[in-house]
């Protein structure tokens, strides 16, 4: 049973550039969250995705966007580059039919971005 | 606005050592609490949930955390340390519908266990 996939594992980017992140969620997950983890720091949500729609938002600016597909995989776009979007990107998925107990999320190893 | 704190950044215990990581929670409802575990270059790995069952929860690798509604807090805990415990914890919190996986967590700054030979 395959868990959480995220590619690529690492990504150098320059300021000003766009970059695309993938994730697979675990198999019979059908929503996908993302997470922003500067270094040192938690994991802060980006937003949410169930039903191919954005389903609940943290406090990032527009230039960060997502896309689900039919089959739940989920795309996190961030335009626009800046230094302070270097990071580990989390990818979580979850069954949305399932509560917080019987539903935890489930992580993947994360994209390390590093904009220069 | 539901929040975690948790006291102490980094932790440094010996092997076979007790392991008292904090985690203290603001939250206006009964809480989803949960602690998450870090290993170097991996992404999260869920140690243990609480979700008002019991206050004592047990989770995996021999770590149990006691919720005291009255001291707001949700401490983790071990016996015995060993070599391999060796990570950043993280505690977070939950927010949305409990009846629904259309929830988001709040998470802690992190504490960075090291065991030492």
């Known amino acids: 049973d395959a868990g959480v996939t995220q590619s690529p594992t690492h990504l150098i980017k320059t300021r000003g550039q766009q970059v695309t992140l993938r994730c697979s969620p675990k198999?019979?997950?059908?929503?996908v969250s993302w997470y922003q983890q500067a270094l040192g720091q938690g994991p802060q949500f980006i937003f949410q995705?169930?039903?191919?729609?954005?389903?609940q938002r943290g406090n990032f600016p527009d230039r960060f966007s997502g896309h689900q597909f039919p089959n739940y995989s989920s795309e996190l776009n961030v335009n626009a580059l800046l230094l302070g979007d270097s990071a580990l990107y989390l990818c979580?998925?979850?069954?949305?039919?399932?509560?917080?107990?019987?539903?935890?999320?489930?992580f993947g190893n994360g994209t390390r971005l590093t904009v220069t | 606005a539901q929040s975690v704190t948790q006291l102490g950044s980094h932790v440094s215990v010996s092997e076979g050592a007790l392991v008292l990581l904090r985690c203290n929670y603001s939250?206006?409802?009964?809480?989803?609490l949960f602690w998450y575990v870090q290993y170097p270059n991996q992404g999260l790995q869920l140690l243990l949930k609480?979700?008002?069952?019991?206050?004592l929860v047990k989770g995996i690798n021999g770590f149990e955390a006691e919720f005291k509604k009255s001291e707001t807090s949700f401490h983790l805990t071990k016996p015995s340390a060993h070599m391999s415990d060796a990570a950043e914890y993280f505690c977070?919190?939950?927010?949305?519908?409990?009846?629904?996986?259309?929830?988001?967590?709040?998470f802690g700054k992190g504490t960075l266990l090291t065991v030492n030979p």
């Open positions: 979580a998925s979850s069954f949305q039919l399932d509560s917080a107990y019987n539903s935890p999320l489930h």
């Open positions: 198999s019979g997950h059908d929503t």
């Open positions: 995705y169930y039903e191919e729609e954005e389903r």
């Open positions: 939250s206006s409802v009964p809480p989803y």
């Open positions: 609480y979700t008002s069952a019991a206050t």
């Open positions: 977070a919190v939950s927010h949305g519908d409990s009846g629904g996986s259309n929830y988001k967590l709040t």
